[in-house]
């Protein structure tokens, strides 16, 4: 469930042409915006007011957009470039039927697993909107139970450290797959070493 106060509320339905049409895009992406977008609503503006907080020293808006989709397999860059040339911090709610799941843009498309709409969660966490919306991209772009959580470390050491995993498990993915199809003693056994040396830098990595 969202659990945003209902004083962010906004619920205005924008209309999809003119919104695309205050859009930079290739001629492909418009088309893609046309087959893939159904409709876009700008459901809540979080400020200090709307939100009752102190006021952040870099961020004094945060928007959700609704996007309801007419595929699930949609074309992930419509996200992109809406979050790219827009000035607000921007979160999306993307919703196919009766699944959703939530995006940010943060140097890259960031979701979460597609879910029944109900199920999809996101909280308001901390005491200003800076720190709100960091909370925003730790529950959005960060992977649950993948590192684990340092008090103090900031969301881009988060993020980097979350990508230096997820490519060493697909390394150790590969070397499992050619450890176990070697014939080779010698190189068998030169692949299994390679293979746990992996393993020890994603156990250091993940535990820290």
């Known amino acids: 469930m969202i659990q945003l106060p209902s004083a962010t509320a ?22 893609k915006f046309v087959t893939d977008v ?17 006021a952040g020293t870099e961020i004094t808006e945060i928007l959700m957009l609704t996007i309801d989709l007419k595929k699930q397999q949609f074309d992930g860059r419509i996200v992109e470039n809406i979050a790219r040339q827009n000035p607000h911090k921007l979160l999306f709610l ?15 498309l960031y979701t979460t697993a597609w879910l029944p709409y109900d199920e999809i969660t996101l909280k308001v966490k ?19 139970g993948l590192t684990e959580n340092k008090p103090g470390e900031d969301i881009d050491t988060k993020l980097q450290r979350q990508e230096m995993i997820l ?15 070697e014939v080779q003693p010698k190189k068998k ?20």
């Open 38 to 54: 159904k409709r876009i609503t700008l459901s809540s503006s979080l400020t200090a007011a709307t939100l009752n907080l102190e």
């Open 167 to 181: 490519k060493l498990q697909k390394e150790i993915e590969k070397l499992e797959k050619r450890t176990q199809s």
């Open 126 to 144: 901390g005491f200003t909107l800076d720190t709100v919306w960091q909370g925003f991209l730790e529950q959005i772009a960060l992977q649950d």
């Open 94 to 108: 993307l919703r196919f039927e009766d699944k959703a799941q939530l995006a940010v843009y943060y140097a890259k």
């Open 189 to 208: 056994f030169d692949l299994y070493g390679q293979l746990q040396e992996e393993k020890q830098k994603l156990e250091e990595l993940i535990n820290g």
């Open 10 to 31: 906004v619920g205005r339905v924008m209309p999809k042409e003119a919104f695309y049409k205050r859009l930079t895009l290739s001629s492909d992406l418009k088309e």
